[in-house]
């Protein structure tokens, strides 16, 4: 019997009248196969974006500055320095910036004004305007989190690191206070300004969305972690204190970790591509499943209809002896065994066996659970309890294919569900078929001695194994080799129980 046979399914119902009716019934059952085309792309390598957008309102330095002489006791003032809004311009280089993950080096720089306050010590609170200045580097790695439009949008986010120089401006104003000037040093202090350079964090996420092949639009978030370099800002701090009043001054600024927050749009551009890359897709002809039943099977239905069930079920027997692997043979029996099994205990058991067979071989079946449901029911009110029917399910794992210029391919996945035979032996079949861009059947052979190929031109090979998950390897080749997008088709069949199970796989087959 054909595998498409096996994988027929026919409703019989228990009323035996109705059984050739449905069988009569049964339509053709089509796989429609996969037309879609191979997509050539080639994926971007580097891209650049010109961007630009605001550093957020945040703050610079909020903490204790401790001023100390030889002379005095320590004095403490707090200084608080918050930025605003502000211009801010960057420049990114991107390797893979549509991939999962891609490298990435930026530039930036931008202003913003600043409002210092200053408290403590023997002055009172002063009120500065100001303003900063930042420029730096950073590098890192980009992750993308999500994707639509074939991957070209994404969203994405970014960790790396960054090392940023900023300059305050003091020309508008500092801590005069800290200058301690007296009648030797009169009128206006003249402050310059105050650098620091910091390595920190860099954190963000990125929305692309594209407006052309080779450009999208940026939109970015991005906080940088700075600690303040604090022993450059005392060290400054110290030496103009001195150049002003002479006085041999220690300062001492409390640590303080700054969070500098923007919002960008940019502009990206695709400067260079890696090679053309086909996406791998199914081409599958259609192929049409007839679900009939082995002519066997229909004649021994024809009689239980006509009313003659003992000599339907004598000739599904004789059926199911030759070709035990015939799931609708198994089925039709245990249908038409049912009904007396429910008044004659019996036959009982051996319809019991016949249902889980069945079940096994048909998994899913209603009609079948219903009639094993019943008849087990009856054997557990006798005082009698049977173990409940295993009905395994089988599957296949999706395969990984790896082919070579030279037509080799090799076949990787595993199978469950498989029925063992009474050595405890999982045996199976395999049918190959590969097709190409074209969805025309190519010739695929395996130097297997227990390969063979069928009458419709396919490959098919047994084996067996001896635990489950059954591990499938196959070496196969193929005798014309032609560059390009192939499809493969794989049916496993179940020697056991009949049950077939079928698997499609896309690959590309590279040129020499």
């Known amino acids: ?113 600043t409002v210092a306050r200053y408290s403590g010590a023997l002055s009172p609170p002063e009120d500065i305007s100001r303003s900063t200045s930042y420029h730096g580097v950073g590098f890192g790695l980009g992750m993308k989190l999500s994707e639509w439009g074939r991957g070209r949008g994404l969203l994405a986010y970014n960790l790396g690191t960054v090392v940023l120089t900023q300059t305050i401006d003091l020309s508008a104003g500092h801590r005069d206070a800290f200058a301690q000037m007296d009648a ?87 400067v260079s591509r890696g090679l053309a890359r086909r996406d791998v897709v199914r081409v599958l002809p259609e192929r049409v499943d007839v679900a009939v039943a082995d002519p066997a099977v229909e004649a021994a239905l024809e009689i239980a209809v006509a009313g003659d069930t003992a000599r339907a079920i004598a000739s599904l027997e004789q059926r199911v002896a030759l070709v035990p692997r015939d799931g609708l043979a198994w089925r039709a029996l245990s249908l038409l065994r049912a009904p007396r099994a429910e008044f004659d205990p019996t036959v009982r058991d051996q319809t019991l066996a016949n249902l889980e067979r069945a079940l096994n071989m048909n998994p899913g079946d209603t009609e079948l659970m219903r009639a094993y449901g019943r008849i087990r029911g009856m054997v557990r009110r006798e005082g009698r309890v049977p173990e409940a029917v295993e009905v395994r399910r ?68 047994d084996g067996d194994g001896d635990r489950l998950p ?10 014309q080799p032609v560059p390009g997008i192939h499809s493969l088709r794989l049916r496993l069949t179940d020697l056991e129980s009949g049950a077939t199970i079928e698997t499609s796989e896309g690959f590309e087959l590279p040129g020499s």
């Open 1 to 113: 019997m054909s595998d498409d046979r096996r994988r027929a399914r026919h409703p019989i119902p228990s009323g035996i009248l109705l059984v050739l009716l449905t069988s009569a019934a049964s339509t053709p059952a089509t796989l429609a196969g996969q037309e879609e085309g191979a997509i050539i792309r080639q994926a971007p390598r580097w891209s650049v974006e010109g961007s630009l957008g605001s550093r957020l309102v945040g703050t610079l330095y909020d903490e204790f500055v401790t001023r100390q002489t030889l002379a005095d006791l320590p004095s403490q003032t707090r200084w608080r320095e918050t930025a605003g809004l502000g211009p801010e311009a960057r420049v990114v280089l991107r390797h893979n910036p549509v991939g999962g993950a891609g490298l990435y080096l930026t530039l930036l720089a931008g202003h913003s004004g």
């Open 184 to 270: 030797h040093h009169p009128g206006e202090i003249q402050w310059t300004s105050r650098k620091s350079t910091s390595w920190g964090l860099d954190l963000g996420a990125s929305l692309r969305i594209p407006v052309g092949e080779n450009s999208a639009l940026r939109l970015t978030f991005r906080d940088l972690v700075i600690p303040v370099n604090t022993a450059q800002l005392a060290a400054q701090e110290r030496s103009e204190v001195r150049s002003i009043s002479s006085e041999r001054v220690t300062f001492s600024l409390a640590p303080f970790t700054a969070h500098q927050m923007s919002l960008s749009a940019g502009f990206e551009y695709v």
């Open 394 to 461: 089988l599957e296949l794992s999706r395969f990984v294919v790896h082919s070579a210029s030279d037509g080799s391919l090799r076949l990787s996945g595993a199978a469950r569900g498989l029925g063992a035979d009474p050595r405890g032996t999982y045996r199976y079949s395999i049918t190959v078929e590969v097709f190409d861009a074209g969805g025309r059947m190519m010739r695929v052979r395996s130097g297997l001695d227990e390969a063979r190929v069928d009458s419709e031109g396919r490959l098919v090979l």
């Open 470 to 479: 059954l591990p499938l390897s196959l070496d196969l080749f193929l005798v």
